[in-house]
T-cell receptor, first 113, second 111 residues
Framework: AQSVTQLGSHVSVSEGALVLLRCNYS??????LFWYVQYPNQGLQLLLK??????LVKGINGFEAEFKKSETSFHLTKPSAHMSDAAEYFC???????????FGKGTRLSVIA | KAGVTQTPRYLIKTRGQQVTLSCSPI?????VSWYQQTPGQGLQFLFE???????NKGNFPGRFSGRQFSNSRSEMNVSTLELGDSALYLC??????????FGPGTRLTVL
């Protein structure tokens, strides 16, 4: 069963527009949730994480995500896209205890000038 | 603190050979995890080591193995390489297996 689902393998936005990348998880208990970004030919960089403190999590580079238990979602947003935001974004979850990090399939973000 | 380092960054091998990849975690981190990233399968978990013991293992054949040393450095080995093993291999470290920090990866090409 897929633990993490990212809707949209490719999202394209105009520079200055809102960025919304969707992530839904399947878990009966609140998991640990993460967003990572990957630039070409690089590893993954942690953007932000949810660990059951505040439901609205602020990350680096102006990104934030809101944990919504009722919707089992953890969507990533940024008010105004910048050209440098073009990259692949991965949502990931630790379901419980010492279980491995499970990744979604990723969403490639393109930013159009 | 220095980040996660992986060596080598690029590697070209031929089918049937074996390969060893190395990962040095962030200082103080005791958990090291390995992932395989391919365009078709995405990011797949290989295994995790914590304090020199394998704590979790993904669904990969026995040709894939790993180990962790007392200084938390980790190696993974792939024997009898196949074309399908061509991938970006990512290492991540964490203090106890929670928030993971990734290295730049090793790009393995099997010819």
């Amino acid at each position: 069963a897929q633990s993490v689902t990212q809707l949209g393998s490719h999202v394209s936005v105009s520079e200055g527009a809102l960025v919304l990348l969707r992530c839904n998880y399947s878990s009966s208990v609140p998991p640990y949730l993460f967003w990572y970004v990957q630039y070409p030919n690089q590893g993954l960089q942690l953007l932000l994480k949810y660990t059951s403190a505040a439901t609205l999590v602020k990350g680096i580079n102006g990104f934030e995500a809101e944990f919504k238990k009722s919707e089992t979602s953890f969507h990533l947003t940024k008010p105004s896209a910048h050209m440098s935001d073009a990259a692949e974004y991965f949502c990931a979850v630790i379901l419980s205890g010492n279980t491995p990090l499970v990744f979604g399939k990723g969403t490639r973000l393109s930013v159009i000038a | 603190k220095a980040g996660v380092t992986q060596t080598p960054r690029y590697l070209i091998k031929t089918r049937g050979q074996q390969v060893t990849l190395s990962c040095s975690p962030i200082s103080g981190h005791r958990s090291v995890s390995w992932y395989q990233q391919t365009p078709g399968q995405g990011l797949q978990f290989l295994f995790e080591y914590f304090s020199e013991t394998q704590r979790n293992k993904g669904n990969f054949p026995g040709r894939f193995s790993g180990r962790q040393f007392s200084n938390s450095r980790s190696e993974m080995n792939v024997s009898t390489l196949e074309l399908g093993d061509s991938a970006l291999y990512l290492c991540a470290s964490s203090f106890q297996g929670d928030t993971q920090y990734f290295g730049p990866g090793t790009r393995l090409t099997v010819l």
